[in-house]
């Protein structure tokens, strides 16, 4: 229960700074931010499907 709701509000956060950055023309910085949620999400899932804890890291 609690994981649905913190996925709602990453989704309604994540709406409103898309709409922020949308008003303010900033595109570089939407696509640049977009690009690193991605790659943050999905180095999350990667890690919680292999069920291991990271050691090192890296970038």
């Known amino acids: 229960m609690e994981k649905i ?3 709602q ?4 956060g994540w709406t409103v700074l898309n709409q922020f950055l949308i008003m303010s023309f900033n595109i570089e910085l939407l ?3 977009k690009k ?3 790659s943050i999400l999905s180095k999350v899932e990667c ?9 090192t890291k890296k970038d």
């Open 5 to 7: 709701n913190m996925v």
């Open 31 to 33: 696509w640049f931010i």
């Open 9 to 12: 509000s990453c989704f309604i």
């Open 47 to 55: 890690l919680s499907r292999l069920k291991i804890q990271p050691t």
């Open 36 to 38: 690193e949620i991605v």
